[in-house]
């Protein structure tokens, strides 16, 4: 059977999106919207993992995890938290929590944080990875999508500058794929959160940045025009100038 998630979230947007991304991941979810459900689903049908925002209106993610740990319950939790002081950390940990995760998040980050604890505390395994789809034939060009001098192919999850092949995440590829499937156009912040992440993070977010700053790192390449470009207070475009 696969693992079960009990996640508490009162963020609608961000609670949809994770549970979205967890079912997809292959996880069994149950999905609620503050800490007194949260509470009630663990006693009734007690999950392999919780997540647990900590900032939720009545009891909050810190105070249910203080009552399960009084309990004795040795559920593992991770926290999700905007709070990045280091004291809301400790606090977050004091609390009984096994690790965190500081919002924004990439979804993968919180994927393997829920694999090391499932390892860690001997609960179910963590859902098997799917093999890597096979190399696709070199008479299939339709498989390709090609821009800018990129060469991509989404069924292998595999791209190309030039001869040049490159090494990117899971985000960083689903990122560039929708910037080549659409070169040329400048695509606003909102489209490429909505596309990428399931939802906006909001206008002081910087994952967007760090992501676009991790490709052009990886696109760049001596003597070679630069890629992705900002449009300042829009959002980016791919072309080759």
Avoid at 90 to 96: C, V, Y
Avoid at 107 to 120: G, I, K, N, P, Y
Avoid at 124 to 143: H, I
């Amino acid at each position: 059977m696969p693992p079960t998630v009990l996640l508490a979230e009162d963020d609608r947007a961000i609670r949809h999106a994770l549970e979205r991304a967890l079912a997809l991941e292959g996880y069994r979810v149950t999905a609620v919207a503050d800490g007194v459900e949260a509470l009630a689903q663990a006693h009734r049908n007690p999950p392999d993992v919780l997540v647990l925002d900590v900032m939720m209106p009545g009891i909050d993610g810190l105070q249910v995890c203080r009552v399960l740990r009084a309990e004795g319950d040795r559920t593992p939790i991770l926290m999700l938290t905007a709070l990045v002081e280091t004291a809301d950390r400790i606090a977050g940990l004091d609390a009984g929590a096994d690790d965190y995760v500081v919002k924004p998040f990439d979804v993968e980050e919180v994927f393997a944080r829920l694999r090391a604890l499932l390892r860690r505390t001997g609960a179910e395994t963590a859902p098997p990875v799917p093999p890597a789809p096979p190399e696709p034939p070199r008479q299939s060009p339709e498989r390709y999508v090609e821009a800018a001098g990129l060469r991509m192919d989404p069924q292998a999850r595999r791209v190309w500058r030039g001869a040049r092949e490159l090494e990117l995440t899971r985000t960083e590829f689903e990122l560039l794929e929708l910037l080549v499937r659409n070169a040329g156009i400048v695509l606003d912040h909102s489209t490429i959160y909505d596309r990428i992440w399931g939802y906006d993070f909001g206008p002081g977010s910087k994952n967007l940045a760090v992501y676009v700053g991790y490709l052009r790192r990886k696109l760049d390449q001596p003597g070679a025009p630069q890629l992705i470009h900002t449009v300042r207070g829009v959002g980016y475009v791919l072309r080759e100038d």
